[in-house]
Structure formats: C-alpha cells, structure tokens
C-alpha cells in the first residue's frame, strides 16, 4: 500500500521541486539582467614629462569625501582646492566613518599624494597601491582647516610623473 502511494505522489513531487528549481532560476537571471553595469576599472595613470621636473596641482585629479557630520564639508574642500587649481573629479559622501583628514593614493612618497597632503593640516596619508594616479581626500568631524599658503607646485625627481591617462576636465559636484 505504501508502495503504491508513493509511486502515485513520485512524479507530482518531483514535477514540483523541478519547477521550484526553474522559478529560482528564472528569477536569478532576471535579477542578474536588471542588476546595473558595473564602473569600468580607472584606466592606468601614464608617465607624462614634467617642465622644469615639477608637477603641477592642474596635474593632479583629486576626489573628496566626507566621512563626518558636517554637511556641505566635502563641498567647501572642493571648491579649495579647485580654486588652487586642482582638477577635483568628484566630492561626495563616504560611508566610511573618517575623524581626521586622510589622503589616500598610491603610495606615501608619490608626488601628487605629497602635493596634496600640503594642502591639509593634521592628515595622514593611507597608502592603496592604486594604479590611475588619482588621489582620494577623506575628510571627517576633526577636520583640521585647509592650508591656503600651500605650494602648488612641487619638485619631482627625474622629469616624468604617472598622472592619469585622462586629463580631460569632468568635474561632478554632488555634495
């Protein structure tokens, strides 16, 4: 009797748990095909001869972000640092919680994170190992002030920098 119930629910049952398995996977793909396009990977930063071996802040691509409380902050630190002729990319918000002001690029002794970090009193310099040549201002609730007498020019060893491939002017203003 067992038997037979069974081999009359068999089929029903497993026509269910395939077709659960189709939905699943319909609904998986849909979710796959709809989900947006991912950014594209910065392009590699290119070495670029530098006149009388010095880089210019209009060389330098910077993005801000504001990791505190203070609205508008990252803003402010963009339009200062434009006005001291920086190419700013983008100024925005981070999720990340920031304190004092941070410097992010490639490595602590690159020229555009030095140049950069003149700029900015009490920050510290957090090295990601990126490759496009751009440098990142993390900006938070102990923001230490912004060092208006700073150089804007700086020198370099030998006569070439890795500055971004792109020195197309698109700055984005969001905050």
Same mark, same amino acid.
């Given at each position: 009797?067992?038997?037979?119930?069974?081999?009359i629910v068999r089929t029903p049952l497993t026509l269910l748990i395939l077709l659960g398995i189709l939905c699943y996977g319909a609904w998986w793909g849909y979710t796959k095909v709809i989900a947006p396009v991912p950014d594209p990977p910065p392009p590699a930063c290119t070495e670029q001869s530098l006149p009388d071996?010095?880089?210019?802040?209009?060389q330098?691509?910077?993005?801000?972000?504001?990791g505190g409380d203070r609205r508008g902050l990252a803003g402010d630190v963009g339009r200062a640092l434009r006005g001291k002729g #920086?190419?700013?990319?983008? @100024?925005?918000?981070?999720?990340?919680n920031i304190k004092e &002001? %941070?410097?992010v690029g490639a490595n602590a $002794?690159?020229?555009?994170?030095?140049?950069?970090?003149? #700029?900015?009193?009490?920050? @510290?310099?957090?090295?990601?190992?990126?490759?496009?040549? &751009? %440098?990142?201002?993390?900006?938070?609730? $102990?923001?230490g002030g912004f060092n208006k007498k700073a150089k804007t020019t700086i020198k370099v060893?030998?006569?070439?920098a890795c500055?971004?491939?792109?020195?197309?002017?698109?700055?984005?203003?969001?905050?």
């Open positions: 009797m067992i038997g037979r119930v069974f081999r071996s010095k880089l210019k802040s209009s330098v691509s910077v993005s801000v972000y504001n #920086f190419r700013v990319l983008k @100024t925005s918000n981070t999720g990340e &002001t %941070v410097i $002794k690159n020229p555009e994170v030095i140049l950069v970090k003149g #700029f900015f009193k009490d920050s @510290t310099v957090r090295a990601d190992k990126r490759t496009d040549g &751009t %440098v990142d201002v993390l900006v938070g609730n $102990k923001y060893k030998g006569a070439t500055l971004p491939a792109s020195q197309s002017p698109s700055p984005v203003l969001e905050n």
